[in-house]
């Protein structure tokens, strides 16, 4: 039996997400998410056919920009070569 695409088992992760997926990837809930796209510490996705998608490099990028717990941007590990 083929289930739809949202509902499949992926081994990996798709290029573009819809906004659940979007949250869930970096960690957040949906609410927490469109308020973190709307004060621009999430990108704003983009808008294909009517339907908003978020590249998950972007998130990534955006994610490793937030500050750590000590209020440090990104996360240090270049200098720790």
Do not use: I, N
Request: negative net charge.
């Amino acid at each position: 039996m083929r289930h739809p695409a949202h509902q499949r088992d992926r081994s990996y992760a798709p290029r573009g997400m819809r906004l659940p997926a979007a949250a869930d990837w970096v960690g957040f809930g949906t609410t927490k998410f469109l308020e973190m796209v709307g004060d621009g510490r999430m990108p704003p996705g983009k808008l294909v056919d009517g339907c908003r998608v978020w590249d998950r490099f972007k998130l990534d990028e955006c994610f490793d920009a937030l500050p750590d717990e000590d209020g440090a941007s990104g996360s240090g590990w270049g200098a720790v070569a």
